[in-house]
Structure formats: C-alpha cells, structure tokens
C-alpha cells in the first residue's frame, strides 16, 4: 500500500475547476511540509504548492499563482488543491509528498521529498 493517494484527477475543459486530495495511511500529513508537483509527458517533475506544517505559510509556482490553492486539513489528514482557470499547460500527472526535513517549505527540489503516491492525472482539453 502506498503511503499517500492522489484523487480527484480528471479531463475538464480550459477555465475549468478541479480539487485534488492527497490523504495519507500509516503516517500524520500534519507533521510535514507537504507538496503538490506535477509531471508531464517528456518534462521534468516541477513543484506547483506547498504548504508548511507549522504556520501553514503556502509557496506556489509562478505559473499558477492566482488560480491554484492549496490547504490542508489535519482531522481527516488530507492535503487538498483547487484549482481553478486550468489551462491546457496545467496538462499532467499531480503528486503529493512530504519533505523529509524541516517543517517549512524551504526547497522545490523534488528529490528532497518522499512518500509519493501513484498520481492523479489531470487533462484540461476542449
């Protein structure tokens, strides 16, 4: 079993909405920094959010800033992200993990996490 599951993937049209869970079993997401990435075929995996364990300060990616929340839920241990204006470009598989160390989001470096889960894949095509 794998420690985290992606859900709420889907195909939506261009301007559309979609909110993503990443709820874990075996460990408590509350503890850790937890990030959002996305893969997309023949790219590398990119960090779209994170949100810190401590103050919840959140980072978010330039490319969508504005339009993608991210929040958390610590009493059903689920880590959520709207996102909202999806654009073609949003086209990808979105992950969740937990940074090994440290309880702020202070790197994007996806090597830096762990607990990854199989992903969800979202598809913004009309």
């Known amino acids: 079993q794998l420690p985290v599951v992606e859900s709420g993937g889907g195909l939506v049209q261009p301007g559309g909405s979609l909110r993503l869970s990443c709820t874990a079993s075996g460990f408590t997401l509350a503890y850790y920094a937890i990030g959002w990435f996305r893969q997309a075929p023949g790219k590398e995996r990119e960090q779209v959010s994170c949100i810190s364990s401590s103050d919840r300060t959140t980072n978010y990616a330039d490319s969508v800033k504005g339009r993608f929340t991210i929040s958390r839920d610590n009493a059903n241990n689920t880590v959520y992200l709207q996102m909202n204006s999806l654009k073609p470009e949003d086209t990808a598989v979105y992950y969740c993990?937990?940074?090994?160390?440290?309880?702020?989001?202070?790197?994007?470096?996806?090597?830096?996490?762990?607990?990854w889960g199989q992903g969800t894949q979202v598809t913004v095509s009309s």
């Open positions: 993990a937990n940074l090994r160390s440290g309880y702020m989001c202070w790197t994007a470096d996806p090597a830096l996490y762990e607990n």
